[in-house]
T-cell receptor, first 113, second 120 residues
Framework: GESVGLHLPTLSVQEGDNSIINCAYS??????FIWYKQESGKGPQFIID???NMDKRQGQRVTVLLNKTVKHLSLQIAATQPGDSAVYFC????????????WGLGTSLAVNP | GAGVSQTPSNKVTEKGKYVELRCDPI?????LYWYRQSLGQGPEFLIY????????DSGLPNDRFFAVRPEGSVSTLKIQRTERGDSAVYLC??????????????????FGPGTRLTVL
């Protein structure tokens, strides 16, 4: 399944399918991006990051793709599991003298067993 | 514990009251961040500390909000004359360091579970 952020959509997938979560970031000068996973009642948890000099980075079951031309990030989760159910946020590092994270609105992923 | 802790986990207060929210970062982490999160939205940056000093407080919404970190470890977020619009989850995060504008980006931020503030 696939969805588009920055409003809060819900993506529902079957266990074992691949998931794609999309995010459009705001600042063309941002040079570092992070995907976070947030389960209900918990703080966000780091999943994977990517720098702007890369267009793809792979982790364990997750891949992040960066398209700087259209300011777009995606998170691909392979063989989605029930434990992947959460809200996923992309975040970008804002350039400038005091760098800080700028967060998107999140995408809710629901995995059906 | 090894992670970031926040107390209380829930706080219910009445409009106009004063509240303090506490954050215990991971030992040795010099950078500490406060965020506010509304339901379904990403965390909204409030303030970040490098050591004892507030390096960037540009996210504090108004002068009713104030945060301190007197010894470079525990931080307290203070909200005066609370309003219903202050209701949210207040998240704290810490990281090893935060470098300058042209240096490497900050290390991974580790988040606490948050304090859910409800202003009646």
């Amino acid at each position: 399944g696939e969805s588009v952020g920055l409003h809060l959509p819900t993506l529902s997938v079957q266990e074992g399918d691949n998931s794609i979560i999309n995010c459009a970031y705001s600042n063309s000068a941002s040079d570092y991006f992070i995907w976070y996973k947030q389960e209900s009642g918990k703080g966000p948890q780091f999943i994977i990051d990517i720098r702007s000099n890369m267009d793809k980075r792979q982790g364990q079951r997750v891949t992040v793709l960066l398209n700087k031309t259209v300011k777009h990030l995606s998170l691909q989760i392979a063989a989605t599991q029930p434990g992947d159910s959460a809200v996923y946020f992309c975040a970008e590092w804002a350039p400038g003298n005091n760098r800080k994270l700028i967060w998107g609105l999140g995408t809710s992923l629901a995995v059906n067993p | 514990g090894a992670g970031v802790s926040q107390t209380p986990s829930n706080k219910v207060t009445e409009k106009g009251k004063y509240v303090e929210l506490r954050c215990d970062p991971i030992s040795g982490h010099t950078a500490l961040y406060w965020y506010r999160q509304s339901l379904g939205q990403g965390p909204e940056f409030l303030i970040y500390f490098q050591g004892t000093g507030a390096a960037d407080d540009s996210g504090l919404p108004n002068d009713r909000f104030f945060a301190v970190r007197p010894e470079g470890s525990v931080s307290t977020l203070k909200i005066q004359r609370t309003e219903r619009g202050d209701s949210a989850v207040y998240l704290c995060a810490s990281s090893l360091r935060m470098t300058g504008p042209r240096g490497q980006v900050g290390n991974e931020q580790f988040f606490g579970p948050g304090t859910r503030l409800t202003v009646l």
